[in-house]
């Protein structure tokens, strides 16, 4: 199993600012992924609330043997978040950083992220299609 969480306003993905974050909602977006991924169950997750997202990377690092990777979208809580960011190194599972624009041409501030040095890698600015490009990579 892969788990995808996304962070705050990623609940708007479709209707918010589709200039930069495009013009698909994340429902979409994961029956895309369920369908390219047939023989990978995928898991979802979205919050608002900074607390709930740790406590679902503790769940998911564990209580859940089946969790093979962990992409995350922390929104902007990756510009400051170091509750996150000691979540992510807190858990044995993987996890890979994506966001959807591409972080570092946007506000000074979105530049730096402090949570992807305890990931994998992170991927920014290539859509939609960065979650599908962290999955391919936590299925390898």
């Known amino acids: 199993m892969i788990a995808i969480i996304n962070g705050p306003n990623l609940n708007l993905l479709g209707k ?7 013009k698909e909602n994340f429902e979409d977006v994961l029956r895309k992924l369920r ?7 995928i898991e979802y997750f979205q919050s608002n ?3 709930e ?8 690092g564990y209580e859940r043997e089946d969790c093979r990777g962990i992409v995350i979208n922390p ?4 510009h400051y978040s170091y509750a996150i960011a000691d979540a992510i190194t807190s858990i044995p599972v993987p996890v890979v950083e994506v966001h959807i624009s591409n972080i570092m041409s ?6 730096q992220s402090v949570t992807a040095p305890g990931c994998k890698g992170m ?10 490009m962290a999955v391919s990579y936590l299925l390898a």
């Open 106 to 111: 946007r506000d000074e501030f979105r530049h």
């Open 35 to 41: 369908e390219r991924f047939p023989d990978t169950p």
């Open 75 to 78: 929104g902007a809580y990756s």
């Open 49 to 51: 609330c900074e607390g």
């Open 16 to 22: 918010r600012q589709p200039e930069i974050y495009g």
């Open 123 to 132: 991927l920014t600015g290539f859509g939609m299609e960065g979650y599908a």
């Open 53 to 60: 997202l740790i406590s679902h990377l503790h769940k998911l």
